[in-house]
Each structure stands twice: as C-alpha cells, then as structure tokens.
C-alpha cells in the first residue's frame, strides 16, 4: 500500500478515537518508573483548590498563538463522565485519559488542538475542573491502572493498544502521570497492523486536571512538547491565583 494511503488511514484512526472519546463523555517490570503516590497531597487547600467555573477555566486555557510557534484552536469536549469499556476493564482510565477525560464528570471541561506553525504533530489537551477530592482520585486511578496494563483493547472503538510505559516523573504540577503507549490500526486495506505511538501527561493543578497527548510517525517516539504544558500550567496557574 502507498505510504500516502497508511498516512491517511493513521489520521483517520486518530479522528476516530478522539472523537469517539470525547462523545462517550497486564503490566511488567517497565513499569517500575511510576511516580509514587504522594502521602500528603499537594494543592489540596488555599485558592490553587478552588473549582472553576467553566468561564473561568476558558480563561485559563491557551488560545491563538499564546504557545510560542504553535497555533491553539477549540476543541469538542463534554463535561460528563467517559463510559469507555476496556479489555481488561481495569485499564478503562488509561483509555478514559487518552482521550482527554476519566471516569469522573467534571464541573467544567474545555479542549485545544495546538498546531505546531511549521513541521509537526498536534497535541491535543483538555482542562478538567473537578473537586479536590475527584481530582485527586483522577490521578490515583490512571497511576495504578497505567502502572497495571502492559496492553489492552478499546472495545468501543475496536482498537487495540500495547506497550504501555509510565515514564519518570515530569514534577509538573501538584502531581502527575506520564506514560507512552501504541495504538494497533488494524482492518481493511491493512496487510498488518499499524503502530502508532502516543504520549500521554496528566497534570493535577489544585482542583483541575490538565491531559496532554500526542501520536508520532512510525518508529518515530511520541513526546509532548514542553513549551505547550508549561505555558498552559503557566496560565492555568494565574487563573488560579487571579481571585
């Protein structure tokens, strides 16, 4: 098949997961690097815990070229709760996470699609207002789901991942998970299946959950570039001290 045909086969099963994602609303040794959960949770009092209000955390999310080199546009999000279904099950809020969201609802919800100006991959991210304490429990469930499943399979989407790695420690945050993973695109058309690489961060700032995600090319590593997650906590943070 042309390289061209793959390509556009990639995008679209990319399409496909976010959009599916964001309408729903086993592990081994390379595991080892998780973040450890914190005993006394950070950010959990003082005004970086305050729930903001959907005009607020439209506010704090990044907009037009506030991203240097980068071009933010809106996103479709919903504020309820991923109902996603995993096989196993357990891995549900690694999907749920992929997808900008978790299985908790959230009090307000907004969504970027930040476009590098020249050559590049977008990233995706979402902005999660929850209570403190759903917050914090958003956290805890991807950590020990991401730190338990080595693969698993989408049922809803019929897709298939594997290789699912927690990374070191970013120290973003309040807290927060990074992992890498590939999404199998199998199906007509494909002589084998095709491996996309995606990276994932989620980020707890007081009461609010920011995800970040990126897929590569090939053998290509997918990272999420610093300068989005740092100049969108940046702002995120001012929105959080601004009453």
């Known amino acids: 098949m042309a ?3 793959r390509l556009s086969g990639i995008s679209i099963a990319m399409l496909m997961t976010f959009s599916l994602l964001a309408a729903c609303g086993s592990g081994d040794d390379s595991h080892k690097g998780a973040a450890p959960d914190r005993t006394a949770k950070a950010g959990t009092s003082g005004s970086q815990a305050r729930t903001l209000t959907a005009t607020a955390l439209e506010q704090a999310a990044v907009k037009g070229t506030d991203v240097d080199g980068y071009e933010a546009e809106r996103s479709f999000t919903s504020v309820g709760s991923s109902h996603k279904a995993t096989d196993p099950e357990e891995c549900a809020p690694v999907m749920h996470a992929v997808g900008g969201g978790s299985g908790f609802a959230a009090t307000a919800r907004v969504g970027r699609s930040v476009y590098p100006k020249k050559a590049g991959r977008p ?7 929850h209570s ?16 338990k499943c080595g693969s698993f ?3 809803t989407a019929d897709l298939a991942y594997e290789g699912v790695k927690v990374q070191p420690d970013s120290g973003y945050g309040d807290e927060s998970v990074s992992l890498r993973l590939t999404q199998l695109v199998t199906g007509a058309g494909y002589d084998d299946a095709v491996r996309v690489p995606y990276a994932l961060l989620a980020v707890r700032q007081g009461a609010t959950v920011a995800m970040f995600s990126t897929s590569g090319r090939g053998k290509e590593a997918a990272a999420v570039p610093d300068v989005v997650v740092s100049t ?3 702002k995120l943070g001012a929105q959080l001290t601004s009453e």
Request: glycine share 0%.
């Open 3 to 5: 390289r061209a045909a």
């Open 123 to 129: 990233t995706r991210l979402t902005l999660s207002s």
């Open 132 to 147: 403190v304490a759903d917050a914090v429990r958003v956290m805890d469930q991807l950590r020990t789901a991401a730190a």
């Open 153 to 155: 399979k989408d049922v």
């Open 232 to 234: 969108q906590l940046k």
